[in-house]
């Protein structure tokens, strides 16, 4: 079955070449031209993946956005946005926004994009079962943890200490993978292919998007930072 699609844009000739586009790549599309449309077509047909544009008349993108995750809607939401500065990205990410595309963008990126948010939530396949076998009880080797931070990657939960940290899926996903490598630089094409699925290349910023407001989460006053920079390599996850 295809993808169900929701697009919201309010600029005709966008709207209109991207809907054909992503019909082309094989999605059942429903546009729409502004935030009221799309929040009525979201309630009435849960789509697979939403995009949806920052600026548009009345509710824009980010409230759209803000309503449904209000609501407990997971559904992935890749942002479109002509805004560059790192401010108006984070404010997509706070308002629940899995990714963003700025504009002017090749329709190509998007489609990669696509691809790797439908993947990530794509539900894993049934574990083929194994022979029961008598053993001593095991532990339940349930938390991961490193440098004072502490995982449940089966509840979805985080600590620093005993704060817990609120975390979005894509910041939750970018902590385990670094956790669980603390102390290895990892370079910025393996936790593009990691997280996203797809290594968005050296132009993109979307990376050092996330890392920051990771950072902004797990910095304490006082504390050292743990997320450090390795210039032109990537990113390892150390105390001092």
């Keep these: 079955m295809p993808h169900t699609l929701l697009l919201a844009e309010d600029d005709r000739a966008i709207r209109n070449a991207l809907e054909r586009a992503l019909t082309l790549e094989g999605y059942r599309v429903t546009a729409v031209a502004d935030g009221v449309e799309?929040?009525?077509?979201?309630?009435?047909?849960?789509p697979d993946v939403l995009v949806l544009d920052v600026m548009m008349p009345g509710i824009d993108g980010l409230q759209v956005c803000r309503v449904l995750r209000a609501e407990g809607d997971r559904t992935p939401v890749l942002m479109l946005t002509a805004l560059v500065e790192t401010a108006d990205r984070i404010a997509g990410l706070d308002a629940g926004a899995d990714d963003y595309v700025v504009k002017p963008f090749d329709v190509e990126e998007v489609f990669a994009r696509l691809r790797a948010l439908l993947r990530r939530v794509a539900p894993?396949?049934?574990?083929?079962?194994?022979?029961?076998?008598?053993?001593?009880?095991?532990?339940?080797?349930?938390?991961?943890?490193?440098?004072?931070?502490?995982?449940?990657?089966?509840?979805?939960?985080?600590?620093?200490?005993?704060?817990?940290?609120?975390?979005?899926?894509?910041?939750?996903?970018?902590?385990?993978?670094?956790?669980?490598?603390?102390?290895?630089?990892?370079?910025?094409?393996?936790?593009?292919?990691?997280?996203?699925?797809?290594?968005?290349?050296?132009?993109?910023?979307?990376?050092?998007?996330?890392?920051?407001?990771?950072?902004?989460?797990?910095?304490?006053?006082?504390?050292?930072?743990?997320?450090?920079?390795?210039r032109g390599v990537g990113y390892v996850l150390r105390e001092g």
């Design 124 to 230: 894993a396949p049934a574990p083929v079962p194994e022979p029961v076998v008598e053993t001593g009880p095991e532990p339940s080797g349930r938390f991961v943890e490193a440098a004072g931070l502490r995982m449940d990657p089966q509840a979805r939960r985080a600590w620093r200490g005993g704060r817990e940290l609120e975390l979005t899926r894509t910041e939750f996903e970018l902590l385990e993978l670094l956790i669980r490598h603390a102390g290895i630089v990892l370079d910025h094409s393996t936790i593009y292919d990691r997280i996203w699925g797809y290594d968005f290349g050296p132009g993109s910023k979307n990376l050092a998007v996330y890392v920051g407001y990771l950072r902004r989460k797990l910095d304490e006053p006082g504390a050292p930072q743990l997320i450090h920079t390795v």
């Design 38 to 46: 799309a929040l009525a077509q979201a309630h009435r047909s849960r």
